[in-house]
């Protein structure tokens, strides 16, 4: 390694959802800000497809060319061959599990906790720093946990607590579940890194007229057999458009294309964005005076730009916009008049809320700094 070159393995998602690379560029404006003069080479690998951390020449891989029971047959090759040597972090300094949720129900079944964790990031973890940040919970909002139960569960996220150099979670239940996991060391609670994509600030511009909506069916990603029903929030939300209308301009932001599909039943005439990087999101910015999401990281988005929104969802990922200050109503008790009464607290105090986000970025990028700042050094004084 030259004396001002870090490589860095990030644990991440590709060309898989807009939310998880807003959360990996602010981990890594983190990496740039905190060590200016330092080059970061970056090994990126989607967690998705745990076994592309090997070669195409590794033995391991011979589990790609099954027809069937693809997970299975990837642990057990992963178990049985990751010893052979060869794979993508082997050169790198630093390895950094990059947000998202990462404790729900049945977790330790995800397809990377063998083949990824458990093969490659742990034994790395006695060489390199290994650091989990701007990672949550994702449990059913009515029957959130009060503490991780014995199980495959809690010690799959053992392991990862325990292997963590740094861990910061981004909402207040993952803290809760993971701190009694740790023998020593501590669980930082901070906003996710998504708020720190755009390092500079947007003033509010004079042209600013547009109220943005992202909608999703059912209000989120997942029902959790919560009864959530589709109909009941499409019908809310297009009550909210149409009481909407006469007095604001409209517009949807789209983080896919059946987001895209969605908007365009909902109301044909108005105009959407459907956004492939995060930059996509300064296209829109100098237009937009706030936004109604059912995508929690396009509040994030937009947070770093300095623009307030409000959020609805179906689960505890919603707890991590508390810490942004971003309100939140859970989908299934939510009415087209307080989605509208909260869009209208948020446009009144406007100024006020583009200063109280760009000062909270200021922290939050402090923070992050302040504990990557250690690693950071150690890595750097070895070179």
Same mark, same amino acid.
């Given at each position: 390694m030259s004396s001002n070159v870090v490589r860095v393995g990030l644990i991440t998602t590709l060309s898989t959802n807009l939310g998880d690379d807003i959360v990996r560029a602010g981990i890594v404006n983190c990496l740039k800000r905190t060590s200016p003069g330092t080059q970061f080479d970056l090994v990126l690998l989607n967690k998705h497809r745990p076994m592309q951390v090997y070669p195409q020449w590794h033995p391991a891989r011979l589990a790609d060319r099954l027809p069937c029971g693809k997970a299975t047959a990837a642990r057990m090759a992963s178990s049985l061959l990751h010893r052979f040597g060869g794979h993508c972090f082997q050169?790198?300094? &630093?390895?950094?599990?990059? @947000? *998202?949720?990462?404790? /729900?129900?049945?977790?330790?079944?995800?397809?990377?906790? $063998?083949?990824?964790?458990?093969?490659?990031?742990?034994?790395?973890?006695?060489?390199?720093?290994? &650091?989990?940040?701007?990672? @949550? *919970?994702?449990?059913? /909002?009515?029957?959130?946990?009060?503490?991780?139960?014995? $199980?495959?569960?809690?010690?799959?996220?053992?392991?990862?607590?325990?292997?963590?150099?740094?861990?910061?979670?981004?909402?207040?239940?993952?803290r809760d579940l993971a701190e009694p996991l740790l023998a020593e060391?501590?669980?930082?609670?901070?906003?996710c890194s998504a708020l720190l994509w755009h390092e500079g600030?947007?003033?509010?511009?004079?042209?600013?007229?547009?109220?943005?909506?992202?909608?999703?069916?059912?209000?989120?990603?997942?029902?959790?057999?919560q009864g959530i029903e589709p109909s009941i929030w499409r019908g809310v939300f297009v009550d909210f458009i149409e009481n909407l209308r006469e007095s604001h301009t409209l517009a949807f932001i789209c983080h896919d294309k059946k987001e895209y599909t969605w908007a365009a039943e909902l109301a044909p005439d108005l105009p959407k964005y459907l956004l492939r990087k995060p930059e996509d999101?300064?296209?829109?910015?100098?237009?937009?005076?706030?936004?109604?999401?059912?995508?929690?990281?396009?509040?994030?988005?937009?947070?770093?730009?300095?623009?307030?929104?409000?959020?609805?969802g179906t689960d505890s990922r919603m707890l991590m916009l508390d810490y942004a200050g971003i309100p939140t109503l859970y989908a299934k008790e939510a009415d087209s008049g307080t989605v509208r009464m909260i869009l209208e607290q948020l446009l009144q105090k406007e100024t006020e809320?583009?200063?109280?986000?760009?000062?909270?970025?200021?922290?939050?990028?402090?923070?992050?700094?302040?504990?990557?700042?250690?690693?950071?050094?150690s890595i750097l004084s070895k070179a």
């Amino acid at each position: 390694m030259s004396s001002n070159v870090v490589r860095v393995g990030l644990i991440t998602t590709l060309s898989t959802n807009l939310g998880d690379d807003i959360v990996r560029a602010g981990i890594v404006n983190c990496l740039k800000r905190t060590s200016p003069g330092t080059q970061f080479d970056l090994v990126l690998l989607n967690k998705h497809r745990p076994m592309q951390v090997y070669p195409q020449w590794h033995p391991a891989r011979l589990a790609d060319r099954l027809p069937c029971g693809k997970a299975t047959a990837a642990r057990m090759a992963s178990s049985l061959l990751h010893r052979f040597g060869g794979h993508c972090f082997q050169n790198c300094d &630093l390895i950094i599990y990059c @947000g *998202s949720p990462i404790m /729900w129900n049945g977790c330790a079944m995800v397809e990377w906790a $063998g083949p990824l964790w458990k093969d490659i990031v742990v034994p790395m973890s006695r060489k390199i720093p290994v &650091l989990n940040l701007a990672s @949550g *919970s994702c449990y059913p /909002w009515e029957n959130l946990p009060s503490e991780l139960a014995q $199980g495959k569960d809690r010690d799959f996220l053992e392991s990862v607590f325990s292997t963590c150099d740094i861990n910061v979670v981004r909402d207040a239940l993952a803290r809760d579940l993971a701190e009694p996991l740790l023998a020593e060391g501590r669980i930082e609670t901070l906003p996710c890194s998504a708020l720190l994509w755009h390092e500079g600030r947007l003033p509010l511009r004079d042209n600013a007229d547009t109220v943005f909506l992202n909608y999703m069916e059912g209000g989120g990603h997942f029902d959790f057999r919560q009864g959530i029903e589709p109909s009941i929030w499409r019908g809310v939300f297009v009550d909210f458009i149409e009481n909407l209308r006469e007095s604001h301009t409209l517009a949807f932001i789209c983080h896919d294309k059946k987001e895209y599909t969605w908007a365009a039943e909902l109301a044909p005439d108005l105009p959407k964005y459907l956004l492939r990087k995060p930059e996509d999101y300064l296209e829109i910015a100098d237009r937009c005076r706030a936004a109604v999401c059912n995508r929690l990281h396009a509040c994030m988005a937009l947070a770093s730009l300095g623009i307030p929104s409000a959020a609805i969802g179906t689960d505890s990922r919603m707890l991590m916009l508390d810490y942004a200050g971003i309100p939140t109503l859970y989908a299934k008790e939510a009415d087209s008049g307080t989605v509208r009464m909260i869009l209208e607290q948020l446009l009144q105090k406007e100024t006020e809320e583009r200063q109280r986000l760009a000062e909270l970025k200021a922290r939050t990028f402090a923070s992050y700094e302040e504990l990557l700042s250690n690693e950071l050094t150690s890595i750097l004084s070895k070179a």
